[in-house]
Every structure is written in structure tokens, then in C-alpha cells.
């Protein structure tokens, strides 16, 4: 190494994540200065990128902010997403702001990690983004509906259940950057950010049922592709108005998981066979179509196909889905819960294995401890050469003269 | 086949290094048989999170546990060492440039008072190849074959040494090592899972 880092380093741009580092972790200068042992104006300077840190005075900060000294002097990519300002009823009280501040952050950290491994390893993400829908003049629940029709459409999924996990959908057929975060509390379904830089990026309650979980996801792809540069926190809460950018978003959902058309040829079968549907039937098309019962009576009492209100009855009568999927043998909808998207995770061990990040930087990126990071190296290299197996076969079976009904 | 010499009067570990002798059962013969001293930097000893899997042979990954130094340490076979130096901070930034913390101290201190890196790990050993080249670098099979060739040990002890190691710290030398096919030799009988 030729230089010091802390000679050529952009002062300004290392004061500022010095600062918001000791922020995030609740110091003040004083008690930053103190760490250090200077005065609390000289603090300020090297915040204000105005005084040159010394290189044991980084280390200190570092450790006393939680931080490692790697998070401040490697190269990073320069992409600052900024705070994301939650407007009206989308979060509710100053209450709300600060309990949902450090997943918000931590959804932050984890695109920027992502994006980081893209750079490491050249490997941009491929955005497949439809233009942002234009719904004005249009009602909400018609906008709604027109767009759930023509994205099914543009991801070829026709009228049909989504059978395929929606996570995986949305994360490679449009790029978005998805990452399932248990949240506290319960009432917060997901998180939904965007930059020009990284793109659109949603984090989902992991600790949500699957069927929660993928109409939260649907009801963010709403928000991307209406509202794409507008902040969301979604919270459960029945009992206030909601902005139309959210209706719309609730009834993106819907249809997009539940398309009229198909569920209309759904019910005609149901009803060839029996006078009315029954508690079952609801039951079944809520597992086929990957939703609660919630929803699938909200929407078959939108459909007029069930009387208002019977999802509220079905509720207060304490019907139990799961219990009822068991007894129907019906198979609940396949979903992945890690917390990090596929693609991430073969990042991180491509540029592991390649030698671009040490085995403490693999572990960081993946949240894990050393030890679990090396076991799932052994995992990901066995899957990668199981892959490779495979496409040597398939470029053998290629490669092989033409079969014998060509050669017929 | 490779013979280590020790040429630094000290050693420092890497937490890559550490989690592999902890996970053999044999760290303390280990450490007795290296004939220089064996050190870690505070940032391993304190910061990181050293593992290994504890679970009963042929279950090994049902448990993990936090590795313990404090033994070797108050046996004087460990020493906790930290950045005295502006050099030494001055390093340890510089090298966390491209580094994590841990590698980034431990190849700092050991730049600047001439000690050896024992190092298992793919990234810090190349970047300390080009960054330290006076160093030596050691890793665990150089310090298991020291302790093999020193105490005699059977074939059988460095089979479950070996084993430990694969199961109880998934840590398997790459092919390019020089020592890959002794380790290979020893442990034979193993067949890993997934």
C-alpha cells in the first residue's frame, strides 16, 4: 500500500457517516469526544470533515458506534439513499416514525450491501421496470384492476393462481430487491423504498403468515409501479380513512392475486357440481390463489359471489385456516423465508470464493456468524457445481447429433 | 512435502485460524508444541464471533458453541495483543481498507513487530502475500503437521483431529495448499455431508 487511506480518504464524506453513525447509535458529541479524549469542538470539525481524523481515534469511534473500521475506509459504492420522509396516514404518529426507524435503516443497509456485491463482482442487477403506470382520471378500484391486468400480462402470468413463489417472481423477472425483516411490532407488514441507483427496494414482516407476507409484496408492487418514488410503511389499521394512493395499492393486490377472470371460471366449476359455495371452497380457492381467507371473501363479497360481511362472520366465528387447510389436505403455497434474496447470497459467495471479500466480510454480508458462513459456502458450492454438472450435460445432449426422429 | 520453521519470535492468529484449532480438541497440545510464541489481537479475542459446532460425533452442527480462550490465555499459551503504535493503527486502518477488522489488526501488529500470520483464509492471505512479503504466513495444516511430526502422534488422533476440523469448523484446505494432500492422506476415510 502505497498511500494512507486517511490521507486520500474524502474527509467530508467519512465526517459525515461518522456522524450519522454516532446518531444511530444514541451518543452525543460530548460523549463522542469524550471516547477520543479531545474537545467537543474538535469533534465537530472532524464531523464537518474540517480536522483530519487520526488513524487510532477512527478505530475508537468505530468500535464505540458498533461499527467495524472496514464500514468507513473500504471502497463503497457512492450511493447514498436518502431518508425516506413518510408522509399523512402512511405512518401515523411520531410514535410510529421511531419504532419503525431501525428496520427502514436496516432495509437501507442491506440494498446498499447488495448493491456493494454487485460491484465486487460486476454483476449489475438487470431491472426489467415497467414504466411508471400514469392512473389519473381513472378510479381508483378501475386503475387498479387495468393495472394488475396488463403487469400479469407483461410477466406472463395470465388469469391463473401464482403457483411460483412471488418473491422470486418479482425479485428476477423485475428486479426489485426483496428482503423478508421480522418488524416490531406486528402491525407493520413492509417497508418500500426507492433510488435512482439502486432501484426499487421492499422489506416484507418476516414474521408474517406466507399468505400476509405475498399480499404485502403485491400491495408494494403497487406502490412501485404507481407511485415509484413515494416512500411507504404499511401498517395494519382498520379504523382510518385511507389515502387513495394506498386504496389503490390494497386493490392492486387484490387483483393481482386474484384476477377476475380466472376466479370467475373457478367459481362456474364450484357451482356446476353444487347449488353454493361453501366454507370449504373459500377455503380451497384462499390456498390455491396463495391468500387468507381475508382476503378471498373480501373478494368474492366484492364479486357479489358471497354476502357483505360474511368475512367478518367467518372471523368472529373463529374459523381456523390452518386447522381447515389440514383437514382439506390441501398443500399450503410454496414460499422462501430466508431473509436475503438467492441472488445476494451467490454474490457474496462469488466474491468470497473468487477472494475478492475475506471470510469475516462473507460472514457480515450474510449477517451470520463465521462458522454458519462457512457451512453455507459448503452448501452454495455444492448447489454451484451440482449446476455446472448439469449444464455440462445439457451442452453434451446439444452437442449430440440429431435424434433419431430427425434423422428419421 | 513442506516442513514448517518458525522464524518469527511470535505468532499471531487469525479468528480464521482460531476457530480451526479450537473446533481440532487439541488446541492446547497444539500451542505447547509451537516452538515461538502464539498470540491474537484484542479485536479476534473480544469482537468477533468464534464458533464451533459441538454437537455429538455424526451430529456435530446440532450445537454450536462460542469458542473460550481464556484457558490457553491464563496458561500463558495465548497472549491478547493490541495496536500499540501509530504505525500499528496507522496499518490496521489501511489494511481494513481491503481487510475486516480482524485481519486488518492482525496483519498490522504483525507487520510491525515482525511476527508470523497464522492465517486460513483465502482473501487476507493474498492481500498479506503482497502487503507483508518479509512475513511468514502459517496456517492450521502447517500447525497440526508441527504437532504430528513433534509428538509422534498416531494416524488415528490425526484422523479425529482432522475430522474435528471438517465437521466441528467446516475448514477443509483448498487444493492449491501444499500440505492438501497430506490432510487428504490423513483424514481419507472421511466422507463429508451436507
Known sequence: ??????DVIDMSELGRELQQARVRCGLTQEDAAKIIEVARTTLTAIEKGDRRIKADELVKLAHAYGHSVSDFVRPRPKVAISQPQFRGPSLRSPEDTEKVEPFVEKLKQLALNYFELEEITRMPLTRKYPPQYEIEGLEVEEAAETVAIEERHRLGLGDEPITKILRDILEQDVGLRIFYIPIQPAKFSAIYLFDHQIGGCIAINSNHPEERRRWSLAHDYGHFLVHRHKPTADIEDHYRRKPGSERFADDFALYFLMPTSGLIRRIKDIRRTKNGITLGDVCTLATYYGVSMAAMTLRLEGMKVLPTGIGDQI????????????????????SRDEELPSRYQYLAFESFIKGFITEGMFARFLGIDRLDARHLAEILQHQTEEVTDKAIIDESIDRLPGTLEDEG | MKEIIFCHECIILDASLVINLCASGKMLEILKAIPSRVAVSDYVADREVLKV?????????????SVNLRPYIDSNLLAVVSPN????????????????????????????????????ERKGTSFFTRETQQLQLVTTPDLIKHWADTDNSSLSILETIIRNRERRARYHPNSEHPLYTWWNNCGNFYCREY
Do not use: C
Request: charge should be negative; proline fraction near 3%.
Open chain 1, 315 to 334: 372471523k368472529k366465528g373463529g374459523f381456523k385456516f390452518r386447522e381447515a387447510q389440514e383437514k382439506l389436505g390441501l398443500v399450503a403455497i410454496p
Open chain 2, 85 to 120: 503504535s501509530e504505525d500499528e493503527y496507522l496499518d490496521y486502518v489501511n489494511f481494513a481498507s481491503e481487510l475486516d477488522d480482524g485481519e486488518a489488526l492482525t496483519g498490522a501488529i504483525a507487520k510491525h513487530r515482525n511476527w508470523s500470520i497464522g492465517i486460513d
Open chain 2, 53 to 65: 459446532y459441538t454437537g455429538p460425533d455424526g451430529d456435530e452442527m446440532r450445537t454450536k458453541a
Open chain 1, 1 to 6: 500500500m502505497d498511500k494512507n487511506i486517511l
